[in-house]
DNA sequence: ACAACAATTTGCGCTGGCGCAAAGACACCT
DNA sequence: AGGTGTCTTTGCGCCAGCGCAAATTGTTGT
């Protein structure tokens, strides 16, 4: 537990209302709802934190409760009877985990770990059903929301369709750098995800990970880390990106 | 309706208004609204025939009006910029097109193509948005309908990531025999998909869907057809969809 | 019927990327 | 420090599936 490099006794942990109604106030499933009804949403809520790795809900269990992320990052994963993993897709502060379910099976058909430590605002499934009621912003903001999953994940799915292996990876690098890359000097970026994950989320396997960031680390690219990579040359980045599109 | 070769000049097409009104009524956006309303919504739009091939909306467009196809058959594709298109998924008859984008980023982020004639009901997107205001089950609906596509899509991100090609092909004629499957003889169905469609369905090319479908029809599992397939061994599909999963 | 076209099949050769194994490189615990 | 477990790298061999070309077959228009 207790997180990788992050700062697990900040300031942030200790309070833990507070802070959070702040936060969701930003959050994008609060938006075109007045400030004056946020406590109130929130106080119908209660908060809870997790440490890296503990999952927060499987694939097929019943959606008892939403949550909405104040702090801490979750992956989203989909298991293949085999046994493989993939990454759908991360989940950031203000995003909000079980919506979609509850409002058509029923049922989470994925499961959600972990990836850093955090906390979450959590309404059970019935408060937040009459909270969406009273609320209508609220579906229309998880509409929105899933819509830009949705167009994510078509996008990567092109991707897995029809580009190679190096314009993938390149791609996933860059959209990480955007979403959870964190500066580290002038230009360079720092991504905290494994060569697996990064497989992961790719379709690929980590060996050929491990192989691309290599060849690209002799390029001065990137800068692999243990857990991670830098990323310095976003423009490269870009070219491999779209190179090659195979034939056809 | 209708269907694929069938009938063109049949009563059906002849009568525009009346029984897209019945179809729209028994579609998942109208589910949770009192029939009263039903012809209240559908005067709000109006009726528009398509034929195969046509173009309902290009990526990069505007979303200007939500469709409620009533008939007929819509491939939504996306594009890379090689040129080469994935086929994300197929809209029927109760499907709505174009909600998602008016409530996010407000434009089409894929391309919407008939793949059999049909017809739709048609709103201009103000007054689509009224409407939702006004039965917020039409967003309820849309959003539960969002849920679905982006499930199915997940699968599909899954196999193309982790499964190999014959599993993947296996799995998409057993999906696409649930959704467009016509019966054919005692528990034989056959799909209008050509090779080159699902090969843009799965990730591959148009060659291995071939050459698969040939070694099946060895086996008497499909008979493949021009233009399309006959299934007529559903549980040696399954077998083949679970094979290999390969090591690892 | 025939021509022109579109969809499909099939042989052949090649390679991108996988699978495996074994050897590093780090981080953490005691 | 040293031990242990995890993550990563790299060499090697191999094969699933692609790309191409040419033949074949079904469809449509005149």
Redesign the pocket.
């Known amino acids: 537990m207790s997180g990788?490099k992050c700062g697990g006794a900040g300031p942030v942990s200790s309070n833990t209302g507070r802070n959070d109604a702040e936060i969701a106030g930003t959050s994008r499933l609060f938006s075109g709802i007045l400030p004056d009804y946020h406590s109130r949403l929130c106080g119908a809520g209660h908060v809870r934190h997790f440490s890296r790795g503990e999952t927060l809900h499987f694939e097929g269990d019943a959606v008892r409760r939403v949550l909405l992320l104040t702090g801490g990052l979750v992956k989203i994963t989909g298991r293949s009877q085999g046994g493989r993993e993939v990454i759908l897709r991360l989940s950031g502060v203000g995003d909000a985990l079980g919506v979609v379910g509850l409002f058509s099976s029923g049922l989470h058909y994925t499961t959600a770990e972990a990836f850093q430590p955090g906390r979450a605002l959590i309404w059970e499934d019935r408060v937040f059903r009459s909270l969406a009621e009273q609320f209508p912003a609220l579906r229309l903001n998880a509409l929105a929301t899933l819509g830009d999953d949705l167009r994510e994940l078509e996008e990567r799915f092109r991707e897995v369709a029809t580009e190679?292996?190096?314009a993938r990876v390149a791609l996933q690098l860059l959209r990480l750098r955007q979403t959870i890359g964190r500066p580290v000097e002038a230009g360079a970026a720092s991504i905290e995800v494994?060569?697996?994950e990064l497989a992961q989320m790719t379709g690929?396997?980590?060996?050929?990970v491990?192989?691309l960031?290599?060849a690209w680390e002799d390029r001065g690219i990137v800068k692999?880390l243990?857990?991670?990579v830098v990323i310095c040359d976003v423009q490269s980045l870009g070219t491999i990106s779209q190179e090659d599109p195979?034939?056809?």
Chains 1, 2 share one sequence.
């Open positions: 990788g190679r292996v190096a494994s060569r697996e690929t396997t980590l060996f050929t491990s192989r960031l290599s692999p243990r857990g991670g195979p034939e056809r």
